[in-house]
């Protein structure tokens, strides 16, 4: 009984992993966008502080592109395991 219920499951697994992967990669490129478009107004008010703002933004955008390679490694566990 647990076998058919999990073999009827297996495709909308494939189909949720795919979708969650999907959503993760497209908010950290949302994310990304936010950073340098902030990150090069910051730069356009203060020219001065130029290095500062894009160290922190580079940090930041390290960050946001960590946090989505996790989800889509757990999109990735769930759909094999």
Same mark, same amino acid.
């Given at each position: 009984? &647990?076998?058919?219920? /999990? *073999?009827?499951?297996?495709? /909308?697994?494939? /189909? +949720? *992993?795919?979708? @969650?992967? @999907? ?5 950290? +490129?949302? +994310?990304? +966008? ?10 356009? $008010?203060?020219?001065?502080?130029? @290095?500062?703002? $894009? ?7 390290? !960050?946001?592109? @960590?946090?989505? &390679?996790?989800? #889509?490694? #757990?999109?990735? &566990?769930? !759909?094999? /395991?």
């Amino acid at each position: 009984m &647990l076998s058919m219920i /999990l *073999a009827a499951v297996a495709p /909308l697994a494939a /189909l +949720g *992993a795919a979708f @969650g992967a @999907g959503i993760a990669a497209i908010a950290a +490129g949302f +994310g990304i +966008g936010k950073i340098g478009s902030s990150a090069m107004e910051a730069i356009a $008010r203060q020219p001065e502080a130029a @290095g500062d703002i $894009r160290s922190s933004m580079i940090v930041i955008a390290a !960050l946001v592109e @960590g946090v989505a &390679l996790f989800a #889509v490694i #757990v999109a990735a &566990l769930a !759909l094999f /395991l």
